[in-house]
């Protein structure tokens, strides 16, 4: 995986992603996530807090990593989804389809 962005399980379960989500990071991303759909758990909890830099592949991730959940029948959710990415997929219409949790 790139240095530009990470994916670590913290003790209460949450995947958390920090990092940059672009064209350069996604595909290895994806291809390292399958611990996402490893476990047993039928929700998975996404924090994307520590996102620095986002574009439409990031968004493009969101997607297939739902896509993917839905497949193994289990639910996915995204948490401290970053501004820039949340009007992405409000101009992509995308925003209704994601299982985003919106703060406050």
Known sequence: MSDLVSLSRGDDGVYILRGELGFITVSPL???SAELFSGEETEIVVDLAGITRADSAGLSLLIQWWRHALEMKRSISYVHVPAQ????????GVDE???IIAEG
């Open 30 to 32: 994806l291809k390292h």
């Open 85 to 92: 990415m949340m009007a992405m997929a409000q101009l992509g």
């Open 97 to 99: 389809l994601l299982p």
